[in-house]
T-cell receptor, first 112, second 113 residues
Framework: DQQVKQNSPSLSVQEGRISILNCDYT??????FLWYKKYPAEGPTFLIS?????DKNEDGRFTVFLNKSAKHLSLHIVPSQPGDSAVYFC???????????FGTGTSLTVIP | ETGVTQTPRHLVMGMTNKKSLKCEQH?????MYWYKQSAKKPLELMFV???????ENNSVPSRFSPECPNSSHLFLHLHTLQPEDSALYLC????????????FGEGSWLTVV
């Protein structure tokens, strides 16, 4: 039973445009959400997070939006750059525990 | 540099070998994890250690044996593995309290032949 889902395995975007990566979850008890970026042959690196008490968090070109009623979060990258090409994972956690649930990832390709 | 170091980065082993993966974190965290990543699957949590005590074992076969001698070091001992165990093994660490974020090492690519 996969509690965090990324339904788009891949996404291609032109350089300079907006990339929107989506994530859906089923557990309404999740209260902390994270996005990770992964290059081939490397471990995931933390990108940005959001607490369930917020609906938006911004860090430079990266913005995460949370829609609790829809159990949906998204990561916006504006403007997209070729170096953003990677696999992006969303993750969620309940409370202050250390059980993190990950999606299967979306492979983003930014075309120069 | 994420503060979580894994060695070796690549390992090829036969099904009758015994080997170990090593992880060290320099972040002052008190929880450490082993995850497995196989192609087209979500990250699978294998083991969790809080303050060097194992708190999770997600039905992992006994051919994988973790060891956590202190809160900075974590090992994964491997023996009599199967070819389907070939995957990227990721170590991670986090704080237990607060809005903890989990930080990953670069992973150890394991190929079982």
């Amino acid at each position: 039973d996969q509690q965090v889902k990324q339904n788009s395995p891949s996404l291609s975007v032109q350089e300079g445009r907006i990339s929107i990566l989506n994530c859906d979850y089923t557990n309404s008890m999740f209260d902390y959400f994270l996005w990770y970026k992964k290059y081939p042959a490397e471990g995931p690196t933390f990108l940005i997070s959001i607490s369930s008490i917020k609906d938006k968090n911004e860090d430079g070109r990266f913005t995460v939006f949370l829609n609790k009623s829809a159990k949906h979060l998204s990561l916006h990258i504006v403007p997209s750059q070729p170096g953003d090409s990677a696999v992006y994972f969303c993750a969620a956690r309940v409370g202050t525990g250390n059980q993190f649930y990950f999606g299967t990832g979306t492979s983003l390709t930014v075309i120069p | 540099e994420t503060g979580v170091t894994q060695t070796p980065r690549h390992l090829v082993m036969g099904m009758t070998n015994k080997k170990s993966l090593k992880c060290e974190q320099h972040l002052g965290h008190n929880a450490m994890y082993w995850y497995k990543q196989s192609a087209k699957k979500p990250l699978e949590l294998m083991f969790v250690y809080n303050f060097k005590e194992q708190t999770e074992n997600n039905s992992v076969p006994s051919r994988f044996s973790p060891e956590c001698p202190n809160s900075s070091h974590l090992f994964l001992h491997l023996h009599t593995l199967q070819p389907e165990d070939s995957a990227l093994y990721l170590c991670a660490s986090s704080q237990l309290q607060g809005r903890n974020t989990i930080y990953f090492g670069e992973g150890s690519w394991l190929t079982v032949v």
